[in-house]
């Protein structure tokens, strides 16, 4: 069973940082695209961030520049730096992971979400 375990969550003032990591685990033989969304109440799933299997990167407008996104392949794990942090960014934070599982073949695969709240 593959499972993505989000960390790093918290609460911090604005103008702080905090680092996400989210470590997938499982019978995987292979990783692809994986990525960063997040959800505000009220509002829908947008990405924040996502890199590829080559470390391709792709970020919303509104966190370029203060949040980095980066994998380690080895692990099966994605972090994501973040800098600056307004209290807009306060929301649930997903994990999101394309992985290739042993005799399961490619899925797209969820974390169960950790909670940034940022103070003003």
């Known amino acids: 069973q593959v499972q993505l375990v989000e960390s790093g969550g918290g609460l911090v003032q604005a103008g702080g940082s905090l680092r996400l990591s989210c470590a997938a685990s499982?019978?995987?033989?292979?990783?692809?695209?994986m990525g960063w969304y997040r959800q505000a109440p009220g509002r829908q799933r947008e990405l924040v961030a996502s890199?590829?299997?080559?470390?391709?990167?792709n970020y919303a407008d509104s966190v370029n520049g203060r949040f980095t996104i980066s994998r380690d392949n080895a692990k099966n794990t994605v972090y994501l730096q973040m800098n600056s942090l307004k209290p807009e960014d306060t929301a649930v934070y997903y994990c999101?992971?394309?992985?290739?599982?042993?005799?399961?073949?490619?899925?797209?695969?969820w974390g169960q979400g950790t909670q940034v709240t940022v103070s003003s």
């Open positions: 999101n992971a394309r992985l290739w599982v042993i005799n399961k073949g490619s899925d797209n695969y």
């Open positions: 499982g019978s995987i033989f292979s990783n692809g695209t």
């Open positions: 890199i590829t299997a080559v470390a391709n990167t």
